[in-house]
């Protein structure tokens, strides 16, 4: 969440590059530093465990504002879903 710039109650869009699923729901925050990405309720139907999924979450801003912003993209370890660097 902290590299991301994500919030916890922050809307995000899922997709699962396994099964090609995309459903929007809602950050919870876990454990810091865990690597953990779990999926609750509904959504935890839609996706398996070991699934590579891809989280996006959106901004609204004005138009100057956009031609300067900097988005934050995050590709963690494959195997651990640790950061490698920041």
Do not use: W
Not at 5 to 32: C, M, P, Q, S
Not at 62 to 71: G, M
């Amino acid at each position: 969440m902290d590299a991301a710039n994500l919030i916890a109650g922050e809307k995000v869009h899922i997709v699962d590059n396994n099964n090609g699923e995309r459903f929007e729901t809602y950050i919870i925050k876990g454990e810091r530093g865990s690597g953990c990405i779990c999926l609750n309720g509904a959504a935890a139907r839609k996706v398996q465990v070991g699934d590579v999924v891809i989280i996006m979450s959106y901004a609204l801003m004005d138009f100057e504002e956009a031609k300067h912003f900097q988005p934050a993209v995050v590709f963690p370890d494959t195997q651990t879903n640790r950061l490698v660097h920041e």
